[in-house]
């Protein structure tokens, strides 16, 4: 079987840009505070932007299925994290990437870039309006990070950098793909 034969184009639509920008920004943030290197930041940036590339090979009926989950479509979503880490690593991305994605929904993981994006990814996620519901608080969101076993460092550092801020403020509103990158 080919890629294109399993890649499922539409999907990369429903990896929403403001999400993969604020998840981005946020883990960004979480490494500053925390003293990681400029070299090791833009690892996790790249892995912050690049978490999700494995939903593009879920199948839509799944990924954009309105209601409830059955037990047998959330264990083919939730795949998605060992496609994109399979993805990454024979891309040539290097072990920190690839990890990130294979490990952004893992409490237990060793790798703690995986684990500051996966709490950039879960607070961006409670932060952002959808359709289906509003955003949470800087409160509320930290409410779900403790829930989730979040370590207390990365808690801590981001209560540092957005505990004084309201749900209204934007932390992409200066983000650019360059940004990302640079």
Same mark, same amino acid.
């Given at each position: 079987?080919?890629?294109? %034969? ?28 925390? /003293? ?10 790249? /892995? ?18 309105? /209601? ?87 808690? %801590? ?26």
């Amino acid at each position: 079987m080919k890629t294109k %034969d399993v890649l499922h184009y539409e999907n990369l639509k429903t990896i929403k840009y403001t999400h993969l920008a604020t998840t981005i920004v946020y883990a960004r943030a979480i490494a500053e505070v925390l /003293g990681y290197s400029k070299e090791q930041i833009h690892v996790i940036e790249v /892995g912050a932007s690049l978490h999700d590339i494995g939903k593009s090979f879920i199948p839509p009926s799944i990924l954009n299925k309105k /209601g409830r989950l059955t037990k047998e479509e959330r264990e083919i979503i939730n795949f998605h994290s060992v496609i994109g880490y399979e993805i990454l690593k024979s891309a040539g991305y290097g072990v920190n990437v690839a990890e990130i994605a294979r490990d952004h929904h893992n409490p237990l993981s060793k790798n703690p870039m995986a684990q500051i994006v996966r709490a950039a990814d879960i607070y961006s996620a409670m932060r952002e309006e959808r359709s289906y519901k509003k955003p949470k608080s800087h409160e509320e969101a930290m409410e779900v990070l403790r829930s989730a076993r979040v370590p207390q460092n990365i808690l %801590d550092a981001l209560d540092k950098k957005y505990g004084n801020k309201s749900a209204a403020t934007n932390p992409i509103q200066h983000f650019s793909v360059q940004t990302a990158v640079a």
